[in-house]
């Protein structure tokens, strides 16, 4: 039941906010991380409100010529609040929103930069189990080529320098096995980082090619950039209403007592109110040209920096279909290497029941065409990783 879990949730949502592969606490920090985006914006989108102050106090004062003591007590409450910046309330609430857009969607390619890293380990862990068990096939074969050196070695067929060298072939098998074997360990170490489960509990992902077009249109890069655009835009229109009028309403209501300590005479208690509807509008302001100026080109900036890097983003997918069509080159020349060695292990199957070839001859053909079998998995996941490269970068629909 976790195997059918966790493929669910990886190969069907593996775009979505879901991270229930991850670790406990990598998992909590990530959705606190999406918290704070949608406090940050909780907060920002409401900026515009004026807030009620309280304002409170005591004085007491002397008077050495009249010789008085007077004690004032107040208190007042006012509040103030802009009802119309000429757009900048709405274009206010609009850059909130943008940034809230731009930073979720940045947040969105760090769990897929995440899940990426994890799914690219799976691979390299099971390419890594294919070489150890293709290394195993090598090492049976140089087992048998230096069985075949001693024996001509001690009939005087060969000299002492290729038994050495058959000897040491081994031993580098043997060594390149032991290095394998680390390195598949590492890798496991690798995923634990960032999951509890184990390799074989996740199911890997069946990519498929994704054309050009969706690759520069839906990439998540170009998807984080167009969302910067947006948002220098409306930084700009914002910045554009703070030089047009705007209308500030003010109300204020307070309330005040004085005291006579000397005679111990109390005052009367003063109430006062105010309402108040002032207009402004800025008329000179000797850097407003280049600082509407600076924001125009930002925007403008950001524009064509997004035109390069979809300039970039031909070439890179350019470059990985050039690597994927090596791949399914080199995969037609091992199916006939494959073909090749079926026909020589009939004929000596033959031979080898007719008492003309030995035994070892069957052996290392039939190893040879298994260690090609598995240059044949390998291709094929070097392939996956190529076809990953082009899948985590691309917004897929699901």
Request: proline content about 1%; hydrophobic content about 35%; glycine content about 4%.
């Amino acid at each position: 039941m976790r195997k059918i879990i966790v493929c669910s949730i990886f190969c069907s949502f593996i775009f979505a906010d879901n991270l229930e592969i991850l670790q406990n606490d990598k998992k909590e920090f990530r959705n606190l991380e999406k918290e704070v985006i949608q406090k940050k914006y909780e907060g920002a989108k409401n900026d515009w409100i004026g807030t009620v102050d309280l304002n409170s106090g005591l004085t007491r004062s002397h008077s050495f010529s009249k010789e008085s003591d007077l004690f004032n007590k107040s208190i007042s409450i006012g509040f103030s609040q802009s009802i119309y910046e000429s757009g900048g309330i709405e274009f206010g609430i609009k850059y909130a929103k943008d940034v809230l857009n731009s930073e979720l969607i940045a947040w969105e390619n760090e769990n897929i930069t995440i899940l990426q890293t994890i799914y690219e380990t799976l691979l390299f862990i099971k390419k890594l189990k294919f070489q150890i068990e293709q290394s195993d096939y090598s090492l049976k074969n140089k087992d048998i080529e230096l069985i075949l050196k001693r024996i001509q070695y001690e009939a005087g067929r060969v000299d002492i320098i290729e038994l050495n060298n058959a000897i040491m072939s081994k031993n580098n098998q043997q060594k390149e096995n032991i290095s394998l074997k680390n390195s598949l360990k590492d890798k496991e170490y690798e995923l634990s980082k960032y999951t509890n489960f184990k390799s074989n509990e996740i199911k890997i992902i069946d990519f498929k090619i994704i054309d050009k077009q969706k690759f520069l249109r839906d990439n998540l890069n170009i998807r984080y950039e167009n969302s910067k655009v947006e948002l220098l835009n409306t930084s700009y229109n914002q910045l554009k209403s703070s030089y047009k009028p705007k209308v500030i309403l003010s109300t204020s209501a307070g309330y005040s007592n004085n005291e006579n300590l000397t005679t111990n005479a109390t005052g009367d208690d003063e109430r006062n109110g105010s309402i108040a509807l002032n207009a402004s509008m800025p008329i000179f302001d000797i850097t407003k040209n280049a600082k509407l100026e600076k924001s125009k080109l930002e925007v403008l900036k950001q524009k064509v920096n997004i035109n390069d890097m979809k300039n970039e983003l031909v070439y890179e997918y350019e470059q990985i279909l050039t690597q994927i069509n090596t791949y399914d080159e080199y995969e037609k020349t091992v199916e006939n290497n494959l073909k090749l060695y079926d026909d020589l292990i009939m004929v000596n199957q033959s031979s080898n029941a007719a008492g003309m070839t030995s035994d070892y001859d069957l052996e290392v053909l039939q190893n040879t065409k298994k260690i090609n079998e598995y240059d044949l998995q390998i291709n094929d996941i070097d392939k996956k990783l190529q076809y990953s490269k082009l899948y985590f970068k691309t917004k897929v629909d699901r």
